[in-house]
């Protein structure tokens, strides 16, 4: 729905200048002026609108009423903008035969799109009523923007909210919302960024889903609340993954969790069941947050757990989970920053005398020529100043198998 207010701005003299009432997140620059209402008109390829009758071409003036009809006519690095309103799509069988069909509402099926919503409050991608859908939104290429929509499933029929299945995505300033089985759902999928959202009252799988095959997603800046189960749910496989500055807030039956043999990074995010102190004072708990692996064989740690709700983005780093090696063999220790002002400087304390002058660089590579349990830190510095150091430890010690064997070590294994 075309929502456009008017704004006069004196500077010197009067202009009249018009903008979309959005939210600064969800609109592009303007690229002209409506000559029938001299409004402003946002930038895009592609509109769509809620209101428009069938048969648009897909222009401003006549948008496509579905945006699974805009997603069909866009070419490669095209922008789609949906106007606010509420799209029920039409839902697409993606395979399968009667009684075991599967559907989806919105299938993003082809690769490099900006698909923006005008508000992400008022421009809702909605379940269908009575109509069981496997994912209200399911994503299959890659280089796909989604931003500024809510995305809400009918409490019953439909199973995820989004379904992510491709790789270098970025999911951003939306709301998912209400879905039976979970908000969203990796699998396969690789690179992503989601940031930014909110993710809440969604099932029995969580507010966040991982199955198989997950690697190098980035998720922060998520607020993960209020969830029917779990908040973050890391059932299947995969490395790599880094969680932080996100709010964990009233999922009751577990904040998040991991599974037993993925290494992966969580840091900085608040937990609303962490029960440490802050004797320091710096906003962060003395001690980790530990989250329960999926078959109770360990835990996962976050360790550097806020002790307030996140707001923005700050600085916050990791120099990995632990390391294991053999002595005199060379092992690469690869640091972790997110958050605060890019770019980011790396500086390494590697023998423990508390000077960071061993190593530069987000990736060092170093050897310890004795057995032992070593002590390594990081320090890292933001575009502005802002600094964040971490420590973990380096086990050194005679490993049985193959010569040259590396991995890295769970820092609470006894």
Same mark, same amino acid.
């Given at each position: 729905?075309?929502?456009?207010? &008017?704004?006069?701005? @004196? ?5 009249? =200048? ?42 401003? *003036? ?19 903008? &949906?106007?606010?309103? &509420?799209?029920?799509?039409? #839902? ?9 069909? $599967? ?36 994503? =299959?290429?890659?280089?796909?923007? @989604? ?10 029929? $439909?199973?995820?909210?989004? +379904? ?31 940031? *930014? ?15 198989? *095959? ?9 607020? !993960?609340?209020?969830?029917? +189960? ?27 969790? %991991? ?41 996962? +740690? ?11 983005? #700050?600085?916050?780093? $990791? ?7 053999? #002595? ?18 790396? +500086? ?9 002058? %061993? ?16 002590? !390594?830190? @990081? ?9 964040? =150091?971490?420590?973990? !430890? &380096? ?10 064997? !590396? ?8």
């Amino acid at each position: 729905m075309k929502k456009i207010i &008017v704004s006069i701005i @004196l500077i010197g003299w009067l202009l009249t =200048t018009s903008i979309l009432s959005v939210n600064a997140y969800d609109v592009p620059q303007d690229q002209g002026q409506d000559e029938l209402s001299g409004y402003a008109i946002p930038m895009a390829d592609i509109y769509v609108d809620d209101d428009a009758g069938p048969g648009g071409d897909g222009s401003y *003036e006549h948008p496509f009423q579905y945006i699974q009809d805009g997603i069909d006519a866009a070419n490669k690095d095209d922008a789609i903008f &949906v106007f606010s309103g &509420v799209y029920k799509e039409i #839902p697409t069988n993606v395979g399968g035969e009667f009684p075991h069909t $599967s559907w989806v509402c919105l299938l993003v099926n082809k690769s490099s799109l900006n698909i923006i919503g005008e508000n992400k409050e008022t421009t809702i991608i909605h379940g269908l009523d009575n109509t069981r859908t496997e994912a209200i939104i399911r994503v =299959t290429c890659g280089h796909i923007t @989604l931003t500024g929509f809510t995305i809400k499933g009918d409490n019953y029929y $439909s199973g995820f909210g989004l +379904e992510i299945r491709s790789n270098y995505n970025k999911i951003h300033n939306n709301i998912v919302k209400d879905n039976v089985k979970s908000g969203i759902i990796l699998g396969g999928a690789c690179y992503n960024d989601i940031y *930014e959202n909110i993710i809440t009252g969604n099932g029995r799988w969580g507010g966040i889903y991982f199955t198989s *095959e997950n690697y190098n997603n980035k998720i922060y800046c998520n607020d !993960i609340r209020g969830n029917l +189960e779990h908040g973050l749910n890391n059932f299947g496989w995969g490395d790599n993954n880094v969680f932080y500055n996100n709010n964990f807030i009233d999922n009751p039956r577990y904040n998040a969790h %991991d599974n037993d043999n993925n290494i992966n990074i969580w840091m900085g995010n608040y937990w609303d069941d962490y029960m440490g102190e802050d004797n320091d004072g710096d906003g962060i708990g003395d001690t980790s947050y530990l989250l329960e692996k999926r078959n109770h064989d360990g835990y996962a +740690e976050d360790r550097h757990p806020r002790m307030n709700p996140v707001v923005g983005n #700050p600085l916050v780093a $990791s120099a990995g989970n632990g390391y294991k090696v053999k #002595p005199w063999r060379d092992l690469t220790l690869t640091g972790i920053a997110g958050g605060g002002t890019e770019v980011y400087t790396y +500086e390494w304390d590697l023998d423990n005398d508390g000077d960071y002058d %061993d190593g530069e660089g987000a990736s060092v590579t170093y050897s310890w020529k004795r057995v032992g349990t070593y002590t !390594i830190r @990081l320090k890292v510095t933001d575009d502005i100043g802002d600094i964040f =150091t971490d420590e973990t !430890i &380096v086990k050194v010690k005679i490993i049985t198998g193959e010569t040259g064997y !590396i991995e890295r070590v769970n820092l609470l294994e006894k």
